[in-house]
Structure formats: structure tokens, C-alpha cells
């Protein structure tokens, strides 16, 4: 059985850093691309970041480039996202997903990911 299960998220003060981990079983961990959406009740589901290991690609959004890294541990079958210089417009919930296939662009679409976990909720106070 394939789960994704994050966790890490909390309330933090803007500035704040907060790190999340999506830990990964069921599938060939390093076959996939894993990435890290938000959704904010009300509104359409955005992503963030994305890794694949195997090809040694990342992607930021633009919102979170500088602030945000992404990273995996094949080992521990584990992807991070590592949260700097929270914003108030940072608060959502966190999702990470994995999709093993997908378009010849760069990163995968949404609609691509095969898996997804159950969110974590990070809410960055002002």
C-alpha cells in the first residue's frame, strides 16, 4: 500500500522556520518525482516544490524561492521541505505528492502525481 505521510507543520511567528517531512512506503522511492503543494481553503492548490533524485532536478515556486529548500533522503525514503523567513501568505496546508511518470516539462502538473498524503497545516502568525 503506497503513503505519503507528512508532518512538521505547526503555528510559527513570521520569520519563523518550520521543517517538513513526507515520509514515503509502498513504492520505489527514488523511481519518483516528490513534491510539496499548499492549499489554502477557498483556493486553488499550488505547488511549491518538487525533487527527483534520479535526475537530479529541483523546482521552486517563485514564491518560495530563497526561502524554501527542498530535500530527500533515498535512505529513509523521507522528502523535506525546509520552510525560512515564514510570511503570513505562507499559512495552507501542506501536501506532498509523488508521480513516477509524467509530460516531457519540467516540473510535473499537478493533475501528473499519482499520490498524495493527508496535509499538514502550517500557519505563520504576524
Known amino acids: 500500500e503506497v503513503q505519503l505521510v507528512e508532518s512538521g507543520g505547526g503555528l510559527v511567528q513570521a520569520g519563523g522556520s518550520l521543517r517538513l517531512s513526507c515520509a514515503a512506503s509502498?513504492?520505489?522511492?527514488?523511481?519518483?518525482?516528490l513534491g510539496w503543494f499548499r492549499q489554502v481553503p477557498g483556493k486553488e492548490r499550488e505547488g511549491v516544490s518538487c525533487?527527483?533524485?534520479?535526475?537530479?532536478?529541483?523546482h521552486y515556486a517563485d514564491s518560495v524561492k530563497g526561502r524554501f529548500t527542498i530535500s530527500s533522503d533515498d535512505g529513509k525514503n523521507t522528502v523535506y521541505l525546509q520552510m525560512n523567513t515564514l510570511k503570513p501568505e505562507d499559512t495552507a496546508i501542506y501536501y506532498c505528492?509523488?508521480?513516477?511518470?509524467?509530460?516531457?516539462?519540467?516540473?510535473?502538473?499537478?493533475?501528473?502525481?499519482?499520490?498524495w498524503g493527508q496535509g499538514t497545516q502550517v500557519t505563520v502568525s504576524s
Open positions: 509502498g513504492f520505489t522511492f527514488d523511481d519518483y518525482v
Open positions: 505528492a509523488a508521480v513516477r511518470i509524467y509530460g516531457s516539462s519540467w516540473p510535473p502538473r499537478e493533475y501528473e502525481y499519482d499520490y
Open positions: 525533487i527527483s533524485s534520479s535526475e537530479g532536478a529541483i
